[in-house]
């Protein structure tokens, strides 16, 4: 007989603020560290700590409030490096881009490298709104290309090193399931709650939602609870499912819809027969999941900068910008999959 299915705990994002030129080698050290992690091969670990402290470098020199993200990606097969800044912005943002360009004075220098390195580099800019830039790092044969239309944050409160929040996404064929888990509080015993509920997610992602939930709901008893979030994009629609404070709702180049919450209680404690509610999804809208550590203002009015922001770039402008700082604070946003059925 076989040995029981075990499912890795999911680690929080790596996130290094880079306020002072020390945070350059810091980062390198980092994405070095989460490369070995991904098991990425041969030189990749020590490409990855190049892209991390040219990225640092041009936030420590150049920008305004600027961050690293260090991760692997949430499909799996590689890792991602996402910097974020509330600017000045790229006002050449082509001419970086060119391998060799430098420069003393203008945030982009590098970024030619960068390019050159990365299997896939995203990047927005716009002057006085800043800039985020995603390098994506996967294996040769990866089984999810680089371009893969999701972004997911996850980051502890301040002065914990456990992050009380988790997120996984799964596909499979044409569906898409993600999930925000909540663990009551923060902490290790947050950290526990949310971590049982993603290995339980792991089990079964591809049961109804109503009966995923159930399912994390009996997971969960011997912890302390948690909220969760579950979402599944389908071409063209959504479904969600939860218990408790985690929100989800669409983005499109021109307006925000679809805000849903879950419904009151706590998964493992007290929790309600779930129920599932349907949204459309159009062609270039973004669905997005979040714990209450992302301040739901964001919301009211983004700018049209954000708006346009691919998924991404858009879970790591969230988490810079909207991040309530004293609370676990996870976000996922994602388009509905576009592998053949």
Known sequence: MGGAVT????????????????????????ARTVAGRCRLPGALPDQAAVVASELASNLAKHASSGSLFIQPLPLGGGMEIVAADRGPGIGA??????????????????????????TALT???????????????TEPDAAHPADQEVGAICLPADREELSGD??????????????????????????????????????????????????????????????????????GRAEYSGIGNVRV??????????????????????????QVRSFPVPPGATAVLHSDGIDQRWARA???????????????SLAHSHRLSRDD?????????????
């Open 302 to 316: 983004p700018s049209a900068f954000v708006h346009r922001l691919p998924p991404l770039l858009l879970a790591a």
């Open 123 to 137: 990047i927005r800019t716009q002057p006085g709104a800043g800039t985020l830039v995603c390098a994506r790092l």
């Open 93 to 118: 943002l082509q001419q970086c881009l060119a391998d060799g360009f430098t420069t003393s004075n203008t945030l982009g220098a590098g970024l030619g490298a960068v390019k050159r390195i990365a």
């Open 249 to 274: 709702l669409t983005l499109t180049p021109l307006d925000v819809g679809h805000r849903l919450t879950g419904q009151p209680g706590i998964a493992g404690l007290n929790m309600a027969t779930p």
């Open 166 to 235: 988790a997120c996984a996404v799964v596909d499979q064929g044409t569906t898409r399931t993600a999930i925000v888990v909540d663990g009551l509080g923060h902490g290790p015993q947050a950290a526990e709650a949310a971590q049982a509920a993603i290995r339980s997610f792991h089990r079964a992602p591809d049961l109804p939602l109503p009966a995923l939930l159930t399912a994390l709901h009996r997971a969960l008893r011997r912890t302390r609870g948690a909220a969760v979030g579950l979402l599944r994009l389908h071409p």
């Open 7 to 30: 499912f890795p705990e999911t680690l929080p994002t790596a996130h290094i603020a880079v306020d002072h030129y020390s945070a350059v080698h810091l980062a390198a050290e980092t």
């Open 329 to 341: 604070a996870t976000v996922i946003a994602a388009r509905p999959s576009q592998r053949l059925p």
